[in-house]
């Protein structure tokens, strides 16, 4: 069954796309990154799934229905949003919200979670840190077991420790109850060993929607002279290049035959794959050169 | 498996997040009755009238005003979203707020009345120096209530509606808004037409005919600030 699919999607605000032609299909029970730049329409796609936006063009549907004001859907929805929390209201009543508004939430493990977090149940949200909004939301969202689970740069303010054992709770909430995670965050190489899939989105474009391991193997970079990498300009798709002198590396989509490979080994060229982080900073960079191109200027 | 019952789920959820909000409000309101009487009690040694029901009706209107201008704003709505909730029900937790908040305020101030009564009565044993005279009958206080209850529902139903067309599409409402206080202010011919407007439905009626049209006024206002919660985004 498809949790989420998109046809054409489209949202505006004023003139500026948000998001531009979007089509997505996400099956149930699956953990989904949601990967992309600041600003490339992430948390927009996040909230037009989560009912909050109307799309301007084009259709979305969420366990086969319309999101937008639809409490059927939305029931069945939580997008972690710690910014959203009234600043003035306790912990503990935020907690008997969720009991009233989520059938499967479980307050008796949410407040375990948070005495074990540290995070006083009595304290008001305002005067939480931002690591400790964020773990509340996380708590929150995991533990309402919503069969769409959103989570919107969930390890944003948490430190080392905090955010390994948010990746534990993850998984073994996901083992117990599986559910469809989309997950956004920067954090890519933290989450990688936990996504199924990964949609890489840009300016409000979905530049790919691919299974983890297609991206893992999606490139490679090619380190050797520069005579010898220049051969493939034309003949392959360079997503990355950075030249030291008379090295060079290139990174290429893997499309390269095992024999061309084979050859540019014995050339000195040395190949190592390019990791999912690297694959999306590639596919996403823009256009006028590196920060460090800024500088030289 | 998706939930069921989400609708009523989330009404109760919702209606607890209303109730967090209006308990400290509610504390105001009763903190600013109790001062009023008793420094009224404190300065002056009579009592002419009542200053329970007078202040409870004027402190109802002006603090659900303020109430209505705070939960129609787009930050406040915006909080309601981070648990399950779709607009009819914040419609409708709105309008259940305009009649149930009124009602809760203008009995307490009965309770208050009933208090400032029991000290007048006792201050008049202890003391030579002290008159008091109200006269309410039974049957004067109960349309004195429902007349009073129907004018502070109608009139927080009108400014819930203007705020919730107003946060959504402030340029328009201003310029709308602006145009008719200046039409009001500057051409005689409307504001007379207006006014006689006004006259011929408020003016000169029976309480219950009063009750009625103060009724349709308020349900057309529910009806209108309905138009612009229903179509606006979680920004």
């Known amino acids: 069954m498809n949790v989420v699919i998109l046809q054409d999607l489209v949202k505006r605000f004023g003139n500026k796309k948000a998001l531009d032609d979007i089509s997505l299909d996400l099956q149930e029970n699956c953990i989904v990154g949601l990967i992309g730049r600041n600003g490339a329409g992430k948390t927009t796609l996040l909230r037009t799934l989560a009912g909050y936006l109307r799309p301007t063009e084009g259709k979305v549907l969420v366990f086969g229905e319309n999101p937008f004001d639809n409490i059927r859907v939305l029931s069945n929805v939580i997008l972690m949003d710690d910014e959203r929390y009234n600043p003035s209201a306790s912990l503990w009543d935020l907690i008997d919200r969720a009991a009233l508004s989520y059938s499967r939430f479980d307050k008796e493990l949410a407040i375990k979670l948070l005495n074990y977090f540290n995070i006083p149940v009595k304290a008001k949200i305002k005067k939480l840190s931002k690591g400790m909004k964020t773990l509340f939301s996380l708590v929150i969202a995991l533990i309402s077991r919503s069969p769409l689970t959103m989570l919107d740069e969930p390890t944003l303010g948490l430190d080392a420790a905090h955010r390994k054992e948010f990746l534990s709770l993850l998984l073994k909430e996901y083992s117990s109850y599986p559910r469809t995670f989309i997950v956004s965050s920067h954090l890519i190489s933290e989450l990688e060993g936990m996504m199924e899939q990964v949609v890489l989105i840009d300016n409000g474009r979905m530049v790919f929607h691919k299974a983890i391991e297609d991206v893992q193997s999606y490139a490679l970079y090619l380190t050797g002279h520069k005579k010898v990498l220049e051969e493939l300009e034309g003949r392959h798709n360079i997503i990355y290049r950075e030249q030291m002198g008379e090295m060079m590396v290139f990174g290429v989509v893997n499309d390269l035959p095992d024999e061309e490979l084979r050859r540019l080994e014995s050339l000195g060229v040395e190949i190592s794959a390019m990791g999912v982080q690297d694959v999306c900073v590639n596919l996403t960079r823009p256009d006028k050169g590196g920060v460090l191109d800024v500088i030289a200027k | ?235």
């Open chain 2, 1 to 235: 498996m998706l939930s069921q019952n989400s609708r009523i789920r989330a009404m109760k959820s919702l209606l607890y997040s209303y109730y967090l909000d209006f308990r400290s409000f509610y504390g105001i309101y009763v903190g600013i009755m109790a001062g009023l009487i008793i420094s009224k009690f404190l300065i002056t040694p009579s009592a002419s009238g009542s200053s329970a029901l007078n202040a409870g009706l004027v402190n109802c209107i002006f603090l659900l005003f303020i109430a209505i201008i705070i939960i129609t704003s787009n930050t406040e709505l915006l909080k309601k979203f981070s648990f399950p909730v779709d607009r009819d029900l914040i419609v409708l937790s709105h309008i259940i707020c305009i009649l149930v908040l009124p009602a809760i305020m203008l009995l307490t101030s009965c309770v208050f009345f009933l208090l400032e009564t029991a000290a007048a009565e006792l201050t008049l044993v202890t003391s030579g120096n002290f008159f008091y005279s109200w006269i309410i009958t039974k049957s004067s206080f109960l349309t004195g209530f429902a007349v009073s209850y129907i004018a502070i529902v109608c009139l927080t139903s009108m400014a819930w509606m203007f705020f919730a067309w107003f946060y959504r599409h402030k340029i328009i409402v201003s310029v709308i808004g602006g145009t008719f206080i200046l039409a009001l202010i500057y051409l005689d011919d409307f504001r007379e037409g207006f006014s006689s407007l006004v006259v011929q439905i408020f003016h000169n009626v029976t309480p219950g005919l009063l009750f009625l049209r103060l009724a349709a006024v308020t349900l057309v206002s529910f009806a209108l600030g309905y138009i612009p919660i229903k179509r606006m985004e979680v920004k």
